[in-house]
């Protein structure tokens, strides 16, 4: 879910699991959204991405959910790994351009081996 | 390709000194931008470009400048450091065309304290 004040809202999951990572967007207008990944020390890298036409989407072992009606965007990692570890950081692009993209604070998925 | 590439990956600055954060790519990418990152903060976009010669401010521009002068550079310039500028820096490409992908690339960013 999204964080409050200075401190990341963490998970934490044993390897194997299945984990399920929560945003709350803010613009009903938003058409597209995307999941990123950050590793400690690293840039944001791409996980998924769903447009607001879809309610779900499948990368290899990650699905998206999108829920318009409340405005919720989930990621769900299957078989979880250590190496899943790191920030999870949502962001929705509204305005039909893809420069502004909002960010969520993110979620810190901590795996257990 | 080497993608986005960000330098320095670190930097000290005193308060009221200036300096100029390089970011570059390779893939041709007509959209630029610049986000810094706080603790427990998602990441804030300071100022964008679509194009070059064409530059805009996002959410928190203050302090910043940038030019894009070619289609590869989009220099971040701090005019005047101050400690509230202390943060993790990242440029970010990514395609013009809406149709064929929102996907912003990121560079390893570089990681700024004003003293």
């Known amino acids: 879910g999204e964080s409050v004040g200075l401190h990341l809202p963490t998970l934490s999951v044993q390897e194997g699991d299945n984990s399920i990572i929560n945003c709350a967007y803010s613009?009903?207008?938003?058409?597209?959204f995307i999941w990123y990944k950050q590793e400690s020390g690293k840039g944001p890298q791409f996980i998924i991405d769903?447009?607001?036409?879809?309610d779900k989407r499948q990368g290899q072992r990650v699905t998206v959910l999108l829920n318009k009606t409340v405005k919720h965007l989930s990621l769900q990692i299957a078989a979880t790994q250590p190496g899943d570890s790191a920030v999870y950081f949502c962001?929705?692009?509204?305005?039909?351009?893809?420069?502004?993209?909002?960010f969520g604070k993110g979620t810190l998925l901590t795996v257990n081996p | 390709n080497a993608g986005v590439t960000q330098t320095p990956k670190f930097q000290v600055l005193k308060t009221g000194q200036s300096m100029t954060l390089q970011c570059a790519q390779d893939m041709n990418h007509e959209y630029m931008s610049w986000y810094r990152q706080d603790p427990g903060m998602g990441l804030r976009l300071i100022h964008y470009?679509?194009?070059?010669?064409?530059?805009d401010q996002g959410e928190v521009p203050n302090g910043y400048n940038v030019s894009r002068s070619t289609t590869e550079d989009f220099p971040l310039r701090l005019l005047s450091a101050a400690p509230s500028q202390t943060s993790v820096y990242f440029c970010?490409?990514?395609?013009?065309?809406?149709?064929?992908?929102?996907?912003?690339?990121f560079g390893p960013g570089t990681r700024l304290t004003v003293t």
């Open positions: 962001a929705e692009n509204f305005g039909g351009s893809n420069y502004k993209l909002t």
């Open positions: 970010a490409s990514s395609y013009g065309q809406v149709s064929v992908s929102y996907e912003q690339y």
């Open positions: 613009n009903s207008a938003s058409d597209y």
């Open positions: 470009s679509v194009g070059a010669g064409i530059t």
């Open positions: 769903i447009r607001s036409n879809m």
